[in-house]
């Protein structure tokens, strides 16, 4: 089983930017592809990256060309870096698997973007 733990939000202004990490335990961690979702108030929770084991990434559209998922397997992280934020992407972010069965999430990270 992997834990997960999430970091890097806060508040922050429309079209300003933030990087969010998400550490993971387990040795398996590097065959698995991972994800960022989030959810907002009173909304079901969305995949909105995605990077499989070998790198290949996937976007919610409303985040292409803002968003960039990476991650280092040597060191069990995946970052997500978020520019030109737009209110829409106020919510919590949370890290877990990109497919399949997923793992105990976290607490998630807070980002909110308001002026």
């Known amino acids: 089983q992997v834990q997960l733990v999430e970091s890097g939000g806060g508040l922050v202004q429309p079209g300003g930017s933030l990087r969010l990490s998400c550490a993971a335990s387990?040795?398996?961690?590097?065959?698995?592809?991972m994800g960022w979702y989030r959810q907002a108030p009173g909304k079901q929770r969305e995949v909105v990256a995605a990077?499989?084991?070998?790198?290949?990434?996937h976007y919610l559209d409303s985040v292409k060309g803002r968003f960039t998922i990476s991650r280092d397997n040597a060191k069990n992280t995946v970052d997500l870096q978020m520019n030109s934020l737009k209110p829409e992407d106020t919510a919590v972010y949370y890290c877990?698997?990109?497919?399949?069965?997923?793992?105990?999430w976290g607490q998630g990270t807070q980002v909110i973007v308001s002026s």
């Open positions: 990077i499989s084991s070998r790198g290949y990434t």
């Open positions: 877990n698997k990109g497919s399949g069965s997923y793992w105990d």
């Open positions: 387990g040795s398996i961690f590097r065959f698995n592809a």
